[in-house]
């Protein structure tokens, strides 16, 4: 029982002080993940914790448990809107993006370290793919809003790369060990099978699930055990069949998060704990695993491939990649920039180690080194790299809080939390005449909470900077109830300053525009929707915050309606701001 309890205490303590060290990851501007992987360094072989840990097939078997999780986490909170601007582009990246990321890292490596070309080859193909726990925990914890087009192109990207990035992997393994049993056709009925199986097992099961979810009965708790336990079915059960579990439990977590039931506001608690915890375990693993002194060996040529990676291979990947989809230069240099290598390049080294290949201590060793400096360089200047590459927009008003509270099988009231700001609208009102101003009978107030307390209302009660009121509202009209909370200084300099001056219809004829304001359009334009006119020039789905030029004015996407419409436009006039570079 000693045994058991000192691993017990040594399991808690490394949590213990990972959990610890997110309190200054913000203040040192490091992602949270290298912290963690930090922290497993410390207390590994060459750290004062001295823990000599050397089971790779214990790593490997917490990396894709722990994967899993964060997967079917991440497909729960993505948005099926989000495919409708990035599907295309982010299944061409995580395709062709990988082999031809691969395929330049590949002919460097084999020049720099002076190997078979097959074990440079291998070696690009374990960093070649983006890593979806760091894509998904740095973009959505950065404290920067990116535009939908890129934030879902780097998400869809990191959840669907990992079949390609196995394939390759498994199969230079073969070519390395058995070349004379590997053929072009066998690697073709890889990719089918991996990608196929995953995309039509996943979506299946996660209706199925979805379905469950929506019919049982269950103890509040249960639902996240039955979404869990039914993600870790789907993974294992798809991988058994030679398909690809990680993109499996990833469009299986998207389906049944974008279908809303009594139970989807508890998963995505608990799930958001559990997505954390199997983050923080994976990679404290994975830095017990690692030997400091071994990978410090290869330094230069670690230094050499991360460089080519994010400066070379990648950039030129994704501009030939992104080339169709029209995206613009800011764009693909963020993209390019934000290809993050995480736990995935790592737990891809494991697998030559422990298939013998030979030099696989050299892969594991660089390919380690690469992931720490891409989460030290890159992941640090997630944020930094937004505002630079201006591919951030202003942040929009929303409630501080959202609760679901569900009524019936199928309807539920949203509780919503806003919080008054100095110089806001509602500030010295009646909770009640603010409830009715945003939305007439279809908003009720609720409730005061005043320095923490509950206040009672009377009809003398006038709401206080610090307040938070809590309203039943409904979840379309969110938005501009926060606009009544919010400083409405400082949100008609920051709109004004990115969207423009004035709010343009875009149901209005471009050609009334033009006369209006001196525009400067195409003759075939004159005659079109403000709304058309746009789109025809954008030439690809529309997203808040994308803008044309016409003449010496900016037009920019301001909101954006169901089904991908344009509901909103902002002008800019040339006198009263420059547009902005892109």
């Known amino acids: 029982m000693t045994g058991i309890n000192a691993l017990f205490l040594l399991v808690g303590l490394l949590l213990f002080i990972s959990v610890l060290a997110s309190t200054i990851s913000a203040r040192l501007g490091l992602p949270l993940l290298l912290l963690f992987l930090g922290v497993g360094m410390l207390a590994g072989e060459d750290g004062p914790g001295g823990i000599v840990f050397n089971d790779y097939f214990i790593a490997t078997l917490i990396s894709q448990l722990a994967l899993a999780v964060i997967l079917l986490d991440g497909g729960l909170r993505t948005r099926v809107a989000s495919f409708r ?163 499996a439990v990833y469009l299986a977590g998207v389906v049944v998060g974008n279908r ?106 660089v390919a380690f080194a690469v992931v720490l400096l891409s989460l030290l360089v890159q992941g640090a200047t997630v944020p930094v790299a937004a505002r630079w590459l201006k591919v951030d927009v202003p942040p929009r008003p929303e409630p501080v809080d959202m609760r679901e509270v569900w009524v019936g099988d199928k309807a539920a009231l949203d509780l919503l939390e806003y919080r008054v700001e100095a110089g806001s609208r509602a500030e010295g009102r009646h909770p009640d005449d603010v409830a009715a101003e945003a939305g007439g009978i279809s908003v009720r107030c609720v409730a005061l909470v005043r320095r923490g307390k509950l206040q009672r209302m009377g009809l003398n009660t006038r709401m206080l900077p610090g307040d938070s009121l809590w309203l039943v509202a409904p979840d379309e009209v969110s938005g501009e109830i926060a606009r009544l909370f919010t400083s409405s200084g400082d ?73 991908g419409v344009i509901a909103a436009v902002g002008l800019k006039c040339p006198s009263l701001a420059a547009p902005r570079r892109d």
């Open 491 to 563: 949100e008609l300099t920051a709109n004004a300053s990115f969207f423009g001056e004035f709010v343009v219809d875009p149901s209005a004829l471009a050609g009334d525009l033009a006369l209006t304001y001196g525009l400067s359009l195409e003759d075939d334009e004159l005659r079109m929707s403000v709304r058309d006119m746009m789109r025809r020039r954008l030439g690809r789905p529309a997203v808040v915050g994308d803008r044309l030029v016409a003449g010496a004015f900016v037009l920019t996407v301001r909101e954006m309606g169901p089904g």
């Open 85 to 247: 601007v990035a599907l295309k582009p982010a299944a061409v990246l995580a395709t062709w993006g990988v082999i031809g990321t691969a395929g330049l890292l590949g002919i460097f490596a084999t020049w720099l370290l002076d190997v078979d070309w097959r074990l440079g080859m291998l070696l690009a193909a374990i960093v070649g793919s983006t890593d979806a726990a760091a894509v998904f925990a740095l973009l959505r914890n950065s404290g920067v809003k990116l535009n939908e087009r890129v934030q879902a192109t780097l998400e869809i990207e990191s959840g669907a790369n990992d079949p390609m990035a196995i394939l390759l992997v498994v199969a230079l393994v073969e070519m390395l060990l058995h070349p004379e049993k590997a053929s072009a056709a066998g690697v073709a009925w890889m990719l089918v099978s991996q990608m196929g199986l995953g995309a039509l097992i996943g979506l299946i099961a996660g209706w199925v699930l979805s379905r469950l979810m929506a019919r049982l009965s269950l103890a509040e708790g249960l639902y996240a055990l039955l979404i869990l336990s039914g993600g870790l079915l789907i993974f294992a059960a798809t991988n058994l069949l030679n398909g690809s579990g990680f993109l």
């Open 260 to 365: 809303r039931s009594h139970a989807t506001e508890h998963v995505l608690r608990v799930m958001d704990g559990l997505a954390w915890l199997s983050q923080a375990v994976m990679f404290v693993v994975l830095g017990l695993l690692v030997s400091p002194t071994n990978m410090l060996a290869h330094a230069w040529e670690a230094m050499a491939m991360a460089v080519f990676l994010t400066l070379v291979a990648r950039p030129i990947a994704v501009a030939i990649g992104l080339w169709p989809f029209n995206y613009k230069r800011n764009e693909l240099a963020y993209v390019s920039w934000v290809g993050l290598r995480g736990a995935v390049p790592v737990t891809l080294a494991i697998f030559p180690v422990m298939m013998g290949v030979p030099d696989s201590d050299l892969l594991f060793n």
